[in-house]
């Protein structure tokens, strides 16, 4: 398979850096991005506003045009909203591919609400000529460490273990080293899980319950992600991999996860849309809540933080319900 140019929808931090990291490597990239405002900022300043001492290389093209973005494409990559991708996909790429099959990667996190899809399961659902040729793109990779050349592990995942073998290396090369799995499902429900439990360990953080609550409240996370993961058909061994726990230690714990310092907002008493608000960019993880819910409420599944999470998030609930769900009861004033 021949790969020369590729197409990036989503020139967010993340969908910025994986074009630069595909363009120094020589691929020829069309990154397309919707918000105008944005794109009118990176064509006027050749910059990306939210990420420091970053240039845009010469072989990537900006376009806020689909057409134009997928003409004569080797290779799709997603980074854009999961909410997004269904309507995305029927109602701007189906006409455009018109049954074109080529191979795609998914770098979106998120379940989708009522139907638990994975956001690889969508786009073959919408475009089935794809059926197969979707990979999943998770793992411990903050966006802005990436752009500053730290060395990061990412799982690429697929049922057909040649084509992830074909596709790791357009991605492998410094500073991103390419992890091959079939495990898609897997992969993908950690990608999603690990956002969700990242908002509750940003209330801890809010809440200023310190280092020790913390703690206690991740390694009870981790025991609920595997149980949602493995109830969805994820393999256990996917629960310990870089897109399972790896990926969620590294959310859970670092001050620039997004949807961590959406948590700490909610911890210290803001609302979901004021803590939106002020973390700016999309915390993936407020998609996810209520279908990783959703999937625990219906496999009657034992997932006290899951649940104390969504009902912050989705009904409002004072972040001291979290510290109860831990069993700590007396906390109800703080």
């Known amino acids: ?114 139907s638990f899809k994975t956001i690889c399961e969508i786009i073959e659902e919408e475009l089935p000529q794809l059926k197969g040729k979707v990979l999943a793109f998770s793992g411990p990779s903050f966006a802005l460490e990436v752009a500053q050349n730290v060395p990061t592990k990412i799982m690429l995942a697929g ?81 310990y991999s870089l897109a399972g726990f790896g990926d969620a230690i590294l959310t859970c714990m670092s001050a620039i996860s997004r949807n961590r310092r959406l948590g700490e907002k909610l911890g210290a008493g803001l609302s979901l849309e004021e803590a939106k608000k002020e973390v700016g960019t999309i915390a993936e993880g407020v998609n996810s809540v209520q279908s990783v819910y959703d999937i625990s409420h219906k496999n009657n599944l034992n997932t006290p933080i899951i649940n104390a999470i969504w009902q912050i998030v989705c009904q409002g609930k004072q972040p001291h319900v979290l510290l109860q769900a831990m069993g700590f009861v007396n906390r109800g004033n703080k």
């Open 159 to 239: 049922p057909d273990s040649k084509l992830v073998a074909e596709i790791a290396p357009v991605f492998d090369g410094d500073p991103i080293i390419i992890v091959p799995a079939q495990d898609r499902r897997g992969v993908e429900y950690g990608g999603a899980i690990k956002n969700v439990l990242a908002i509750g360990a940003g209330v801890i953080d809010g809440i200023g319950d310190g280092a020790n609550a913390k703690a206690a409240l991740i390694t009870q996370a981790l025991q609920e992600m595997a149980s949602v993961l493995v109830s969805q058909g994820g393999k256990a061994e996917t629960v």
């Open 1 to 114: 398979m021949k790969i020369n140019n590729i197409t990036v929808f989503g020139a967010g931090i993340w969908g910025s850096v994986i074009a630069q990291h595909l363009a120094k490597k020589g691929y020829q990239v069309r990154l397309w991005e919707y918000n105008e405002q944005l794109l009118n900022v990176l064509r006027t300043m050749g910059r990306h506003p939210n990420i420091p001492n970053f240039k845009i290389h010469d072989n990537i093209r900006l376009t806020g045009n689909v057409a134009e973005a997928v003409q004569d494409t080797d290779m799709i990559v997603f980074v854009i909203s999961s909410k997004a991708i269904r309507t995305f996909c029927r109602e701007q790429l189906k006409p455009l591919l018109n049954g074109r099959v080529l191979p795609v990667v998914s770098a979106s996190k998120g379940i989708e609400d009522d």
